[in-house]
């Protein structure tokens, strides 16, 4: 058994233990070192560089589909006046269609704002969760391994991009193999981008 003194002492002594966990707990945080700065700096430039690439993608493939769509037009005769903007009017819009029959509305190939765009991620047509988004990887449009997806090379039933007309500029997909494919370099560029997020 502890004598007066010496429990007195333990008691002391675990107040101060106390007292000094407490006051160690309280301090503040360190400041993140100059090295996790410049860490964190470099890594939102590689970011900003990722997004201004994946924008001028996009640009680039709205470019290309719009002169694809024009090429076909001037081939049957009803050709529209050339733009040397890269502005899109609501006659520039394109559709995307996806199913065995083409019969899901996928979103347009039109400005990112839209958010029937699929090129505006806060959007259905453009999010990676949505049922009707070819960025989706577990939809049948967007998978590696559905027929009727665009990111799948072995699809036999791809979306399909359609003018407002109803006329077909091709089949949005990574399938190399089908003669209706859309093969505009930036378009493929965009496309394995995308199915590759």
Same mark, same amino acid.
């Given at each position: 058994m502890l004598t007066?003194?010496?429990n007195?002492?333990? =008691?002391?002594l675990?107040?101060w233990?106390?007292?000094? /966990?407490?006051?160690a707990?309280?301090?503040?945080a @360190?400041?993140?070192?100059?090295a996790?700065a410049?860490?964190?700096r470099?890594?939102?430039?590689?970011?900003?560089?990722?997004?201004? =690439?994946?924008?001028?993608?996009e640009t680039?493939?709205l470019s290309?589909?719009?002169?694809?769509?024009?090429? =076909?037009?001037?081939s049957?005769?009803?050709?529209?006046?050339a =733009?040397d !903007?890269?502005?899109?009017?609501?006659?520039?819009?394109?559709?995307?269609?996806?199913?065995a029959k083409? %019969?899901?509305f996928?979103? /347009?190939?039109c400005q990112e704002h839209? *958010? !029937?765009?699929?090129?505006n991620?806060?959007g259905?047509h453009?999010?990676?969760s949505s049922? @009707?988004s070819i960025?989706?990887k577990?939809? *049948?449009?967007?998978?590696?391994?559905? !027929?009727?997806?665009?990111?799948?090379?072995a699809?036999?039933?791809p *979306?399909?991009?359609?003018?407002?007309?109803g006329?077909?500029l091709?089949?949005?997909t990574?399938? %190399?193999?089908?003669?209706?494919r859309?093969n505009a370099?930036s378009v493929?560029?965009?496309?394995?981008?995308? /199915?590759g997020?």
């Amino acid at each position: 058994m502890l004598t007066g003194s010496a429990n007195v002492l333990l =008691r002391m002594l675990g107040a101060w233990a106390l007292v000094g /966990c407490t006051s160690a707990a309280s301090e503040p945080a @360190a400041a993140p070192s100059h090295a996790d700065a410049q860490s964190n700096r470099q890594i939102e430039r590689e970011q900003e560089a990722l997004n201004r =690439r994946l924008q001028q993608l996009e640009t680039q493939a709205l470019s290309e589909l719009r002169k694809l769509r024009e090429s =076909r037009q001037a081939s049957t005769g009803a050709a529209e006046p050339a =733009r040397d !903007d890269d502005s899109f009017s609501a006659d520039d819009e394109l559709m995307i269609l996806g199913g065995a029959k083409h %019969e899901v509305f996928l979103g /347009c190939l039109c400005q990112e704002h839209r *958010p !029937d765009s699929v090129f505006n991620m806060l959007g259905e047509h453009g999010s990676h969760s949505s049922p @009707a988004s070819i960025r989706n990887k577990f939809a *049948p449009f967007g998978s590696n391994h559905d !027929d009727t997806s665009a990111c799948n090379a072995a699809a036999t039933h791809p *979306p399909v991009v359609m003018t407002p007309d109803g006329k077909s500029l091709g089949l949005l997909t990574l399938n %190399e193999s089908l003669k209706r494919r859309i093969n505009a370099p930036s378009v493929a560029d965009w496309l394995a981008r995308m /199915c590759g997020e």
